[in-house]
């Protein structure tokens, strides 16, 4: 074997390391002895392995991770994009974990991998380093990852064999002693998985039977005594402000049980991507607060913008947002409203929040892991903030997390 086909072999392994606790919990066996392994093996290669297997780990941990980021394309007409789309991030990626290619000694690397742990690539925040051990008996708050990157780096400052891996020993100092507390929300909360793929959701011939379940949904939610009925984002799939009837059924239909769902709200020829919440015979809109980079929003100077818009996304990546956060009281219970990527954003979580109520559309990227990277994210945010989770999802990820 070469000495280069070593180092793709060796980039290789990092990456499969780097990704395994998703692709376990993906399987069905997530296992925390298995995470803390694999995530203190796949750190300590990141710090140790040549400069080039470096670029070959972090290309591939692109592609591991967010292979599925393409397949949304197809539904914007233009899934001839989707190859081009995961080579890109695979490439994103690449570049994100470079600079650690520029030294061979473990404890700079330590310094610039905690950097990392700060940037988030074109406003894109799903690349969580500490991720690695939220299912682990290792914690995930940035001291515990300090030390983490000090017992597995210091080693290669000790030239006396007997004492060289005595630095190991710091990984008792980032064991998980626990996380705030999380309680249940006293009340009875319905969370109604939808299963309408992307495909057809959009269609002015799915928009009857869609809504017709909905309310059969409402129906039964309410006849099985829940305080709250819940549904994904965007269930309803039309600018409900323009649906007047639509709107006073709902207004009539929560008299006796609170409905929040996902809708779309255009108003002053601006597009919202929002969550209404009916509630004794009124309701109340949230708008998204963080959108979805090249979903929602193009971060890129305006002048590429209105090109890439237009050519990639129809006209359609031109959602506004609101200027914070949106709390909804349910019989004296406050909930923060999140809509699918935001509430895998720090930002929703500032304030005193306890629960929160978080709406997604999986549907654009099923089947893949993306429902399961998801999950652990919300994961990593509970536990760290001490919130309960309502997550309900089109397709896949519905689930109380905590």
């Given at each position: 074997m070469n000495t280069l086909t070593k180092k793709i072999l060796l980039g290789i392994i990092t990456a499969s390391l780097f990704s395994a606790f998703i692709?376990?919990?993906?399987?069905?066996?997530?296992?925390?002895?298995?995470?803390?392994?694999?995530?203190?093996?796949?750190?300590?290669?990141?710090?140790?392995i040549p400069k080039k297997a470096v670029l070959i780990a972090g290309f591939f941990i692109g592609l591991l991770w967010f292979y599925w980021i393409g397949y949304s394309f197809k539904y914007q007409g233009v899934g001839?994009?989707?190859?081009?789309?995961?080579?890109?991030?695979?490439?994103?990626?690449?570049?994100?974990?470079?600079?650690?290619?520029?030294?061979?000694?473990?404890?700079?690397?330590?310094?610039l991998l905690f950097g990392l742990s700060f940037v988030e690539l074109l406003g894109w925040n799903w690349m969580k380093i500490e991720l690695l051990f939220v299912n682990s008996y290792l914690g995930i708050y940035k001291y515990q990852?300090?030390?983490?990157?000090?017992?597995?780096?210091?080693?290669?400052?000790?030239?006396?064999?007997?004492?060289?891996?005595?630095?190991?020993?710091?990984?008792?100092?980032?064991?998980?002693?626990?996380?705030?507390k999380q309680n249940d929300a006293p009340l009875k909360i319905k969370l109604v998985q939808t299963n309408i793929p992307q495909n057809i959701k959009w269609k002015r011939e799915s928009i009857y039977p869609t809504v017709a379940m909905i309310f059969q949904k409402i129906h039964?939610?309410?006849?099985?005594?829940?305080?709250?009925?819940?549904?994904?984002?965007?269930?309803?799939?039309?600018?409900?402000?323009?649906?007047p009837k639509l709107l006073q059924e709902?207004?009539?239909?929560?008299?006796?049980?609170?409905?929040?769902?996902?809708?779309?709200?255009?108003?002053?020829?601006?597009?919202?991507?929002?969550?209404?919440?009916?509630?004794?015979?009124?309701?109340?809109?949230?708008?998204?607060?963080?959108?979805v980079p090249f979903g929602e929003y193009i971060p890129l100077p305006k002048f590429a913008q209105k090109f890439i818009n237009d050519t990639f996304f129809q006209g359609e990546s031109d959602f506004v947002t609101a200027k914070k956060p949106t709390d909804f009281v349910i019989k004296g219970i406050k909930f923060r409203?999140?809509?699918?990527?935001?509430?895998?954003?720090?930002?929703l979580?500032?304030?005193?929040?306890?629960?929160?109520?978080?709406?997604?559309?999986?549907?654009?990227?099923?089947?893949?892991?993306e429902p399961t990277l998801q999950k652990l994210l919300l994961e990593f945010y509970a536990r760290k903030n001490g919130v309960t989770i309502y997550h309900v999802a089109n397709i896949s990820g519905t689930g109380v997390i905590k």
């Amino acid at each position: 074997m070469n000495t280069l086909t070593k180092k793709i072999l060796l980039g290789i392994i990092t990456a499969s390391l780097f990704s395994a606790f998703i692709y376990l919990e993906y399987f069905g066996l997530s296992n925390k002895l298995f995470n803390t392994l694999f995530g203190l093996c796949a750190i300590a290669l990141l710090l140790n392995i040549p400069k080039k297997a470096v670029l070959i780990a972090g290309f591939f941990i692109g592609l591991l991770w967010f292979y599925w980021i393409g397949y949304s394309f197809k539904y914007q007409g233009v899934g001839y994009m989707q190859p081009f789309v995961t080579f890109g991030f695979g490439l994103l990626y690449l570049i994100f974990f470079a600079p650690l290619a520029f030294t061979n000694k473990p404890y700079i690397r330590a310094l610039l991998l905690f950097g990392l742990s700060f940037v988030e690539l074109l406003g894109w925040n799903w690349m969580k380093i500490e991720l690695l051990f939220v299912n682990s008996y290792l914690g995930i708050y940035k001291y515990q990852f300090v030390t983490i990157l000090l017992a597995l780096s210091l080693p290669s400052l000790i030239k006396s064999k007997k004492y060289k891996y005595l630095p190991l020993l710091l990984l008792i100092f980032a064991y998980n002693y626990g996380y705030p507390k999380q309680n249940d929300a006293p009340l009875k909360i319905k969370l109604v998985q939808t299963n309408i793929p992307q495909n057809i959701k959009w269609k002015r011939e799915s928009i009857y039977p869609t809504v017709a379940m909905i309310f059969q949904k409402i129906h039964t939610a309410q006849i099985q005594g829940y305080d709250v009925v819940v549904f994904p984002e965007s269930v309803f799939p039309l600018f409900m402000n323009e649906m007047p009837k639509l709107l006073q059924e709902l207004e009539k239909a929560s008299q006796k049980i609170t409905i929040i769902a996902g809708a779309l709200m255009r108003k002053n020829n601006l597009n919202y991507n929002v969550t209404y919440m009916f509630q004794k015979g009124t309701y109340k809109v949230a708008k998204k607060l963080i959108l979805v980079p090249f979903g929602e929003y193009i971060p890129l100077p305006k002048f590429a913008q209105k090109f890439i818009n237009d050519t990639f996304f129809q006209g359609e990546s031109d959602f506004v947002t609101a200027k914070k956060p949106t709390d909804f009281v349910i019989k004296g219970i406050k909930f923060r409203n999140a809509i699918c990527y935001e509430a895998t954003c720090k930002e929703l979580y500032k304030g005193n929040v306890k629960y929160m109520i978080a709406t997604s559309n999986n549907a654009w990227f099923t089947p893949s892991i993306e429902p399961t990277l998801q999950k652990l994210l919300l994961e990593f945010y509970a536990r760290k903030n001490g919130v309960t989770i309502y997550h309900v999802a089109n397709i896949s990820g519905t689930g109380v997390i905590k």
